[in-house]
């Protein structure tokens, strides 16, 4: 949650278009106070908000239209791992995936893995030389040099 309704931006010639299309009367370097949720997408002002989950106060900066959903970091990062750990809860569709990537790669290659192939072996050994990891790929197990 946002805590204040308004802020005060200076005028500028980057920004004075988009005031003025949303209908504030603005010059160059006039300092006016403007709705938050008409400042520009791409501002850099700090703004200061109310995590939803734990209340701490934190700053946003930029697009403040986010659905009605503030997270500090924190809360953030715990949503994110718990979405991902219920990706790879459910073993069954995992393998279930795994088995439709071996069935699809021998239709369309003939071997249940494209790295079995010297083709795909040589464009990836190629792409470590191109991106200079050469090292890094020797030093895997899976080393095809
Ligand atoms: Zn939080």
């Known amino acids: 949650m ?72 924190n809360c953030s990062k715990i949503i994110r791992s718990d979405k991902i750990k219920n990706l790879h809860k459910d073993l069954s569709k995992s393998e279930v995936i795994i088995n439709k990537s071996k069935k699809t790669n021998t239709d369309r290659y003939g071997v249940d893995s494209p790295m079995k192939l010297d083709f795909f072996k040589k464009k990836l050994k190629n792409s470590f030389i191109d991106n200079g990891n050469q090292q890094q790929q020797c030093n895997n197990n899976h080393c095809v040099c």
């Open 2 to 73: 946002i805590k204040i309704c308004e802020i005060d931006i200076v005028g500028n010639s980057k920004t004075l278009k988009y005031y003025r299309d949303k209908g504030y009367d603005i010059n160059h370097g006039d300092k006016i106070s403007i709705k938050l949720y008409d400042l520009i997408p791409t501002s850099s002002i700090k703004i200061d908000c109310y995590c939803d989950i734990c209340n701490m106060c934190y700053n946003i900066t930029g697009n403040v239209n986010r659905n009605g959903l503030y997270r500090c970091n």
